[in-house]
């Protein structure tokens, strides 16, 4: 397996633009993370789905971010309208919850919105 | 919020010498679990230890773990300028969910 595969690896957007992001979780995991990386807030955990359906979203920021898995091999993050502090690296991780709940992450997409 | 938060910062050490990181987290937990993140690049899983073990290794890697005291260790022995990173702490908590909650992390610089 390629791994967690996460596109872009770099987006640069204006202010107000839509942004959406991608990941494929690895085959066969039924867990999958978005985190926000920043330097003031660290790791941040966005959203957790189990079996493609959203079970925590507490971490979403804002009304701005939404989330969608609409099956096992892929999910986005989408951003609308984008603003400068939405700049950051957002990670997604995918895992086995039925396993050792380690996390596998993707290389991450660099957000700067500008 | 993070529930882990690793000490110190950052550390400094030269090649051969062997570099000790700290984990305190504040709940109950399943399992700590360390990652690895190289700069620019995604996190990288270590180790796991559970809540009922209190050391485990993995080639030049101890982790130990006091559930008493909710504090984790990661020692990393003979040093190599490749293991320059920052390295992370997750905790999954007792009872909750499968979610792994991340710490600042710590910078580890290796000089050769």
């Known amino acids: 397996d390629a791994g967690v595969i996460q596109s872009p690896r770099h987006e640069v957007t204006e202010m107000g633009q839509e942004v959406t992001l991608r990941c494929k979780p690895i085959?066969?995991?039924?867990?999958l993370f978005w985190y926000r990386q920043t330097m003031m807030r660290g790791l941040e955990l966005l959203i957790y789905f189990n079996n493609n359906v959203p079970i925590d979203d507490s971490g979403m920021p804002e009304d701005r971010f939404s989330a969608k898995m609409p099956n096992a091999s892929f999910s986005t993050l989408k951003i609308q309208p984008s603003e400068p502090r939405d700049s950051a690296v957002y990670f997604c991780?995918?895992?086995?919850?039925?396993?050792?709940?380690?996390?596998?992450f993707g290389q991450g997409t660099r957000l700067t919105v500008v | 919020s993070q529930q882990g938060e690793e000490d110190p910062q950052a550390l400094s050490i030269q090649e051969g010498e062997n570099a000790t990181m700290n984990c305190s987290y504040k709940?109950?937990?399943?399992?700590l679990q360390w990652y690895r993140q190289n700069s620019g690049r995604g996190l990288v899983h270590l180790i796991l230890i559970r809540s009922n073990e209190r050391e485990k290794h993995s080639g030049r890697l101890r982790v130990t773990l006091d559930t008493s005291k909710k504090s984790s260790s990661l020692l990393i022995t003979a040093s190599r300028a490749a293991d320059t990173a920052s390295y992370f702490c997750?905790?999954?908590?007792?009872?909750?969910?499968?979610?792994?909650?991340f710490g600042r992390g710590t910078s580890l610089i290796v000089h050769p």
């Open positions: 709940t109950s937990i399943n399992n």
């Open positions: 997750a905790t999954t908590r007792a009872g909750g969910s499968y979610i792994p909650t």
């Open positions: 085959s066969g995991h039924n867990s």
């Open positions: 991780a995918s895992g086995d919850t039925g396993g050792s709940t380690e996390a596998f």
